[in-house]
């Protein structure tokens, strides 16, 4: 009977090391980011289109279908915009479970430390994103051609950044 009971011990014992080994304790959930402000874009493959959002901290939405003027490339983070009969504007509010669901998608992609630039992974036809992100502490923006599009780890996490603000916007296109 001892003997058994050592043998126990000594599986349980291991079992708790593996698994604190594998962080499975101690794991700290991450502090959530201080968004002041999400920027949206997406240039809409082979349409002459973008799609803007701009998400403030005050839970606004303003959305921005742009067609933009040939030969023209518009700083749109800047604020940038074609002639006014060459895009359209509306505005809505977002709410705040969708505004502190998509920070917390934010968070966990650790979006700040993401590429600025994706490159091209081969693909021929797709959309391309960027979002930036204005926090307290700085801003981030990373996106590119099929951004999020690819099977390794980086644009997993754009992937999951860009599906948090779309799920938040209720874009159902995640």
């Known amino acids: 009977m001892e003997k058994l009971k050592k043998i126990f011990v000594s599986i349980l014992a291991a079992v708790l090391c593996v698994l604190a080994f594998a962080g499975c304790f101690g794991q700290s959930k991450k502090?959530?980011?201080?968004?002041?402000k999400v920027t949206y874009l997406i240039y809409c493959g082979d349409i002459q289109e973008v799609e803007m959002y701009v998400?403030?901290?005050?839970?606004?939405?303003?959305?921005?279908?742009?067609?933009?003027?040939?030969?023209?490339?518009?700083?749109?983070?800047?604020?940038?915009l074609p002639s006014e009969d060459n895009y359209e504007v509306t505005e809505s509010e977002m709410t705040e479970e969708n505004w502190k669901s998509m920070v917390d998608g934010l968070t966990e992609a650790d979006f700040?430390?993401?590429?600025?630039?994706?490159?091209n992974n081969g693909t021929m036809d797709a959309s391309t994103y960027y979002i930036r992100v204005e926090t307290s502490d700085?801003?981030?923006?990373?996106?590119?051609?099929?951004?999020?599009?690819?099977?390794d780890p980086e644009s997993r996490r754009y992937s999951e950044a860009r599906q948090a603000i779309e799920r938040a916007l209720d874009r159902g296109v995640y």
């Open 112 to 119: 700040m430390t993401l590429l600025e630039e994706f490159t």
């Open 31 to 36: 502090e959530p980011l201080d968004v002041k």
């Open 138 to 151: 700085g801003v981030h923006q990373s996106g590119g051609y099929n951004a999020g599009g690819s099977k």
């Open 55 to 80: 998400i403030t901290d005050d839970l606004k939405v303003t959305h921005y279908t742009i067609w933009p003027e040939d030969g023209k490339d518009y700083d749109y983070f800047a604020g940038e």
